[in-house]
């Protein structure tokens, strides 16, 4: 099993750009999630799906959409970047089973200048 | 709001030392609080805890969960280089799905 793997790895965005940033698990977990993490700082919750065609908002969603049409993928949209959406972005999986353990992607590094 | 605080923000020790990492919680209905180590990229997960008073123990790291001071403290012994990361408390609550990350605490350990 590959795990989580997100792309790109890293990214430079010009102000008023779009990007969407990938998301994949090959493990059949039904719930995903979306982090931001700005530096020094811990992890922001984004967005989350407890399965396909399901998400829901987390603690900082503005600026952001995500859509989950297959259990695998989780694609995070940033629709217009802004300065303030430097950061580093991980996506997270679990089991439906396993409430607790989250398996993290290796991020994406993320500058909007 | 849930809201979880971790002490102290960064920490340097010398090999050999021994570290507690505290993290307090506020939460409406406690499910479980967890602790991740983050080194150069994404967080790996250490330990689960629900039960007060119970140490989970793994190697030289070590963690207890005190509520009905809300509170965690993830101890390492004899340490080691590789124990320089970042290590992350987060809370999860009954009612929804969602971890709640503390600020963390960035351990450098000196040899």
């Known amino acids: 099993n590959a795990g989580v793997t997100q792309t790109p790895k890293f990214r430079i965005l010009k102000i008023g750009q779009s990007m969407t940033l990938q998301c994949t698990q090959d493990?059949?977990?039904?719930?995903m999630y979306w982090y931001r993490q700005d530096p020094g700082m811990g992890l922001k919750l984004i967005y989350y799906?407890?399965?396909?065609?399901?998400?829901d908002k987390g603690e900082v969603p503005n600026g952001y959409n995500v859509s989950r049409s297959t259990t695998e993928d989780f694609p995070l949209r940033l629709e217009l970047a802004a300065p303030s959406q430097t950061s580093v972005y991980f996506c997270a999986s679990r089991e439906s089973r396993s409430p607790n353990e989250q398996f993290f992607g290796p991020g994406t590094r993320l500058t909007v200048l | 709001e849930d809201k979880v605080v971790q002490s102290p923000l960064s920490l340097v020790v010398h090999e050999g030392d021994t570290v507690t990492l505290n993290c307090s919680y506020e939460v409406t209905n406690f499910r479980s609080l967890l602790w991740y180590k983050q080194e150069k990229k994404a967080p790996t997960f250490l330990f689960m805890l629900?039960?007060?008073?119970i140490e989970k123990k793994s190697g030289r790291l070590s963690s207890i969960l005190d509520k009905k001071e809300l509170s965690s403290i993830l101890n390492i012994t004899a340490t080691q280089t590789g124990d320089s990361a970042i290590y992350l408390c987060?809370?999860?609550?009954?009612?929804?799905?969602?971890?709640?990350f503390g600020g963390g605490t960035r351990l450098m350990v000196k040899p």
């Open positions: 493990m059949n977990h039904n719930y």
């Open positions: 799906s407890v399965g396909a065609g399901i998400t």
């Open positions: 987060a809370l999860r609550n009954n009612a929804g799905n969602m971890l709640t």
């Open positions: 629900t039960s007060s008073g």
